[in-house]
């Protein structure tokens, strides 16, 4: 069914959605504050140039589709949803100026006051994780005297559009997610995008705020990570291109889903030797990444988050589940579980360990050189006695994902005891102690 809609502010963002919306054959209230910029768009013109959206506008505002004004309260009055894509530019400490999107909160807000029908507030505008319910919801309540979910809906629905393609990246959006205050408020926003060639995915208004920073500052990743190893392929005349072609094709560990879980830091015989490797020979090459040289600051800092959770639990008594670096394997060297179990020592914790992958008589080579090196009396600190293990434990940590393990877990774990999970596999429902996940 054909909308009326509003569109607060009409930079790239807003003219985009403007232009695709009217051309869809909604009927489209475009507002600015910028008085030059509804006179170009009056005038049939463009207000950011990208390509195609001349031919756009002039086409939609060459129709009744479209009207544009500088007046919010009609804006609001005769639309169902408005659509707030106002920028949101950095402050000099990297803060975002929200300004203009309090400003607007303020408007829409007195708005409101005036209408009796059900309205979507849904913001397009990037914007940190809160900023709608803590910033945006109180200023509209406070100044419509009404209430969110009864008498209007607050949605976030993040824009992917890239400048230079927005109009093909608006009509094949790599997903359109929908975080909203209630199904209602969701489903109205759902309708005019249900025709887009992608899945609609809902979710809460934070976690949607919050994928598209993710989104944005995993792409400002990547392409860091493809810049650094370039140059390091390029000191080496290695083909940089080549490498990552190759490397983007495994599909499986490399572009996928593999790696991308919340969870504990890595560890292993391979990715800390391997990454220092890389390390050494670009310092050797005068090739400075500072991306790649800080990944395992980044993991170590990790750990020590992990550490100092238990600590501030102020328990004495804690059992490890797990003490190599991955279920299945007994290999120990560069665990993270290993450098845990060393500082729980160093600080005079009593702890116990349960992995029975580690059989320590059966352990050889550099593998048991390891682990006596890092825990010289570790025989007397493992049991298989699971059972009893929990039981004397006041924190228990699960750093494997192993089912029976937290199978048995649920059965035995008490009130009394906390359990951190590092694996992000446990069901807290279950779990009769109290539960804290390492970053979730
Ligand atoms: N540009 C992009 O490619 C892109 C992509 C995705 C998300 N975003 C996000 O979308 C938002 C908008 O980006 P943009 O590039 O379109 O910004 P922009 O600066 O081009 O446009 C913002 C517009 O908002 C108007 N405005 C300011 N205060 C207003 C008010 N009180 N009422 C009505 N209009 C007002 C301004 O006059 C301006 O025309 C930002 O949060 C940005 O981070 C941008």
């Known amino acids: 069914m054909k909308k009326t809609i509003s569109v607060f502010g ?78 949101t530019p950095s402050l000099p400490n990297g803060s975002q100026d929200l300004t203009a999107i309090k400003r607007v909160a303020e408007k829409i807000g007195s708005a409101l006051k005036n209408k009796s029908e059900f309205h979507v507030i849904t913001v397009r505008s990037t914007v940190t994780p809160g900023t709608v ?50 199904k209602k408020s969701i489903s109205i926003v759902c309708d005019l995008f249900k025709k887009l060639p992608c899945d609609i995915i809902e979710t809460s208004i934070r976690n949607a705020e ?18 650094e190893i370039g140059r390091i392929c390029q000191s080496l005349s290695v083909n940089s291109h080549e490498v990552m072609d190759i490397v983007c094709q495994d599909t499986q560990l490399n572009i996928s889903p593999a790696y991308m879980k919340p969870g504990f830091a890595f560890g292993g015989s391979c990715l800390p030797k391997d990454l220092k490797g890389l390390l050494y020979l670009s310092k ?26 238990v600590l501030l639990m102020g328990k004495k008594s ?16 560069e665990s993270p579980l290993v450098a845990i179990a060393e500082r729980f020592i160093g600080k005079g914790l009593k702890l116990k360990i349960f992995d029975p992958h580690v059989n320590l008589s059966r352990l050889i080579g550099a593998n048991r050189r390891y682990i006596e090196t890092a825990i010289p009396h570790i025989a007397s600190l493992m049991s298989d006695d699971y059972e009893k293990l929990i039981d004397e434990a006041e924190v228990i940590i699960v ?7 937290i199978e048995r877990l649920y059965l035995l774990c008490r009130k009394d005891q906390f359990v951190l999970d590092l694996v992000g596999k446990i069901n807290k429902e279950k779990i009769a102690g109290e539960y804290q996940g390492v970053c979730w």
């Not at 507002?31 to 506008?57: C, F, H, N, T, W």
């Not at 005068?286 to 790649?292: A, G, L, M, S």
């Open 10 to 87: 009409l930079g790239y963002v807003g003219t985009v959605l403007l232009g695709c919306m009217a051309r869809d054959g909604h009927n489209v209230i475009g507002v600015d504050i910028d008085a030059y910029k509804l006179k170009l768009l009056r005038d049939k013109k463009s207000p950011v140039l990208e390509e195609g959206m001349q031919d756009l506008i002039e086409s939609v505002m060459n129709t009744d589709l479209v009207k544009v004004v500088d007046d919010t309260e009609y804006a609001i009055l005769n639309s169902d949803i408005s659509f707030i894509c106002v920028g």
């Open 133 to 182: 319910e803590e910033v945006m919801k109180p200023i509209i309540e406070e100044k419509s005297f009404k209430k969110t979910g009864e008498n209007f809906g607050l949605c976030f629905q993040p824009e992917f559009l890239r400048e230079g393609t927005s109009i093909k990246d608006y009509d094949n959006p790599p997903f359109t997610i929908i975080g909203g205050d209630s």
């Open 210 to 227: 919050m994928v598209k920073y993710c989104c944005n500052v995993f792409h400002a990743l990547k392409i860091t990570f493809a810049n």
């Open 284 to 309: 050797t090459h005068d090739i400075q990444v500072p991306v790649i040289s800080h990944i395992i600051n980044s993991n170590i800092v990790h750990i020590e988050h992990a550490i100092n959770t």
């Open 318 to 333: 804690v059992l490890l589940v797990g003490l190599s670096f991955k279920s299945g394997t007994d290999d120990l060297r």
């Open 399 to 405: 750093g494997q994902s192993h089912d029976l393990f």
